[in-house]
């Protein structure tokens, strides 16, 4: 009955800037913690960032300083805010939701393997 539609994504050319949206539909979502995730062809599925239930947050290196969660709650809706866009950001990009939002920050989620919703992708492709 949880559904996660993404949004958003497109070509783009390196050092442009993208918004990918992630709208919920079913479920609480203001309970959920919610993240982003991408995969290359050949790669795994890579953490990208998460938004707490509480609003705290937490980022992968790779896009520390350059990408942006946020959540609105009243539109059921996670966003990703994507700038100073490289061609190794080209990946399929996926929402994914946790109904088990902890309470202890350490605990929150970074392992792909602990969201049991997910969206079916968007499509981000830089080009040089």
């Known amino acids: 009955q949880v559904q996660l539609v993404e949004s958003g994504g497109g070509l783009v050319q390196a050092g442009g800037s993208l918004r990918l949206s992630c709208a919920v539909s079913g479920g609480t979502f203001s309970a959920y913690a919610m993240a982003w995730f991408r995969q290359a062809p050949g790669k795994e599925r890579e953490f990208l960032t998460v938004?707490?239930?509480?609003?705290?947050?937490k980022y992968s290196d790779s896009v520390k300083g350059r990408f942006t969660i946020s959540r609105d709650n009243a539109k059921n809706t996670v966003y990703l805010q994507m700038n100073s866009l490289k061609p190794e950001d080209t990946a399929v990009y996926y929402c994914?939701?946790?109904?088990?939002?902890?309470?202890?920050?350490?605990?929150?989620?970074?392992?792909?393997?602990?969201?049991?919703?997910w969206g079916q992708g968007t499509q981000v492709t830089v080009s040089s």
């Open positions: 938004i707490s239930r509480r609003l705290w947050t």
């Open positions: 994914g939701a946790d109904s088990n939002d902890s309470a202890s920050y350490y605990y929150i989620a970074v392992d792909p393997r602990q969201y049991e919703y």
